[in-house]
């Protein structure tokens, strides 16, 4: 008897096992034929394991960088990576993570099905990370069983439909439609930005209107725009460390070839979690997608970032190279404060957020406030996305001193509130805050006057 | 032709979708998707190399990437059905595959 229970224990209890389940659920209920489902299933839970995989290489690059950081300047240096964070939360937390993503989606179809929130949030990568966030801050806060799910889920679900909408009035700007919204973890940094632009850019002429350098277009490959900026900091913590130091941490192996051969195993390490990430969604977004389109087919599909980049390419890289100046800036200021009494973690600037965070800030402050809104709307991204990690870190339990973080302020802005209500050790009042949330689209749907009669489902 | 991939900077979110569009597009020229008909797939630029399908689909802000891994079919909005149907019936026109 003992040994069933270990077995169900076991196969519900493996994060892996229970991403091949839902997607085999899932695919049952498409009605998909026998080949395509065991293709499927399999697939996905290969992909959660590849995802593990990366998450051990990652790690194995990253320790020694924390502790290089920490013999050269005497402080915590955390290099934020959504990749490298969530696969190393999906170790813990991977079976929670696994379920509040499966009740999040469902929970923003029923969203968009009966409030005015009818979005469809179809950047699956970044539903992942979000329910991995979500998942740590909540366990963190000692929620946990069937509340963790069912809270979990409904803040998941709100947050995707809840972003897109403060991104639309901006969206129409910059895509000239209503037609399609916008879905990517960082929309408190875009608003700002287009907000920015609105404050800024009076006269300022569009940013298409100049020719720009495409020399940094080959940083648009993820894995090199990696390698190259985790080897310039690496390089940098091992001549302040000095050599001594490094090959005490290298086994004896020369520290600069251990500098550059860690600093690209990182991006390796990278490279692998997203080619699992790429294996789990591609088995659960067209589902999603799919029952989504039946159920809500008024609905706005909320795609990935790279959707605004080709109605402004200049900004594009403009809100690049200017966002990631803003988050060197940021970097001086707190190794700057590492004498004083605040003595802060120092956040690095991570070149993918600032490559597609930036980026789309850009496009959002041109949108509003042209050339200048897309300088000035992406400097104060690049500020804000290196400052706010420092106010998650706390809420984040062992997480928190992983030397690696969450990089897009959603996740980040969504971690402080919940986490911050959570330090009142209350589970209640977490309780209240996400259900007291979740029930205001619907509220607002009831007494809305132009309330349409729901159609049968 | 056996080939085709969508491809954007991270092959996460944009090239999936553009892969779905693709899939969509196909059935409705009634061009047979899958493993010895028609296959579509979708990968990040890293990962890329010349020779990797037979058309390569992508947004406008990477053409200069891509171009080197063999023909490519850039979309202005990379999100536009009609836009993709539109080229991709050309390109499948010239191909002999319709």
Not at chain 1, 355 to 367: E, I, L, S
Not at chain 1, 436 to 441: E, H, Y
């Given at each position: 008897?003992?040994g069933?229970?270990?077995f169900?224990?076991?196969f ?5 096992i ?6 085999l659920?899932?695919?049952?209920a498409?009605?998909k034929?026998t080949s ?16 593990g995989a990366?998450a051990?290489?990652i790690?194995g ?7 290089l ?18 696969s ?25 099905r009966?409030?005015?929130l ?19 801050v909540?366990?963190v806060a ?9 809270l979990g889920?409904?803040a ?7 972003f897109?909408a403060?991104?639309?009035?901006t ?6 439609n ?7 973890f ?12 609105k404050?800024?850019?009076?006269g ?21 725009a990696i ?9 940098i913590?091992v ?8 090959q005490?941490?290298s ?7 251990f ?7 990182f ?9 699992g ?9 067209p ?6 389109e ?24 403009i ?7 803003g ?10 404060l ?11 600037p991570?070149?993918v957020p600032h ?13 509003t ?6 300088v000035i ?15 998650l ?7 928190g001193?992983a030397?690696t ?11 402080i ?6 330090t009142?050790?209350?589970?209640w ?6 259900v ?6 619907f509220?607002h749907a009831?007494f809305?006057?132009?309330k ?6 | 032709?056996k ?18 569009n ?13 493993l010895g ?7 990040d630029l890293?990962?890329a ?20 891994f ?9 999100f536009?059905?009609?836009?993709l ?12 595959v319709?």
């Open positions: 008897m003992d069933i229970i270990q169900i224990i076991d519900l209890g493996t994060p892996a229970l991403i091949g389940v839902i997607i659920v899932g695919l049952i498409q009605k034929p395509e489902v065991i293709r499927g299933t399999l697939k996905g839970i290969l992909g959660f394991l590849i995802l990366g051990g290489v790690v690059a990253i320790t020694p960088f924390g502790q950081f920490e013999e050269a300047f005497n402080m915590q240096g955390v290099v934020p990576n959504n990749e490298a964070i969530v190393e939360a999906l170790g813990t937390y991977g079976s929670a993570t696994a379920i509040i993503m499966v009740i999040g989606m469902a929970a923003n179809i029923i969203i968009a009966f409030t005015r009818k979005y469809i949030f179809l950047t699956g990568h970044h539903t992942l990370y979000m329910a991995a966030m979500i998942a740590i909540l366990v000692g929620v946990d069983g069937v509340l963790l799910y069912v889920g409904m998941l679900g709100l947050t995707m439909a809840f897109p403060i991104a639309q009035p969206m129409r700007k910059i895509t000239g209503d037609d399609i919204a916008f879905g990517h960082s929309t408190l940094t875009y608003v700002l930005s287009a907000e920015v632009g404050l800024v850019g009076k300022s002429k569009s940013t298409e209107e100049t020719s720009f350098p495409k020399g940094l277009a080959f940083l648009r490959d993820s894995s090199i390698a190259l900026t985790m080897m310039v900091m690496y390089l913590v001549i302040i460390a000095g050599p001594t130091f490094t005490g941490l086994g004896g192996q020369n520290w600069l070839i500098a550059i051969l860690q600093a690209i195993t991006a390796a390490g990278v490279y692998v979690v997203l080619q990430v790429r294996l789990v969604i591609a088995e659960i977004v589902a999603f997608k799919g029952f989504s039946k159920i809500v087919p008024d609905a706005k599909p909320a795609l990935d970032c790279p959707v605004v980049f080709p109605f402004a390419p200049n900004a594009v890289l809100g690049f190279v200017v966002s990631f100046i988050g060197v800036v940021g970097m001086l200021i707190l190794i700057a590492g004498n004083t009494t605040l003595d802060p973690m120092v956040i690095l991570g070149v490559f597609f965070v930036g980026a789309t800030a850009g496009v959002f402050g041109n949108a406030g042209g050339r200048r809104g897309a709307g992406s400097f104060v991204n690049g500020l804000v996305i290196t400052f706010l990690p420092l106010f870190l706390p809420v984040m339990g062992d997480l001193f030397n973080t969450f990089s897009d302020a959603d996740f980040i802005g969504v971690g509130i919940i986490g911050w209500v959570a009142f050790n209350q589970a009042l977490v309780t209240l805050l996400i007291g949330l979740f029930s205001l689209p509220i009831i809305s006057k132009k349409e009669a729901p159609k049968a489902a | 032709m080939k085709i991939i969508a491809i954007c900077g991270s092959g996460l979110g944009s090239s999936f979708m553009v892969e779905m693709i899939k969509n597009t196909l059935k409705e020229l009634g061009v047979a998707v899958g008909d028609m296959e579509v797939d979708h990968m890293g990962s190399y010349p020779g990797v399908a037979d058309l390569i689909v992508c947004g406008k802000d990477l053409e200069d990437n891509v171009e080197r063999g023909e490519t079919l850039v979309l202005n909005n990379i536009d059905k009609a836009e149907k539109t080229k991709l019936e050309t390109v499948l026109k010239e191909k002999g319709i």
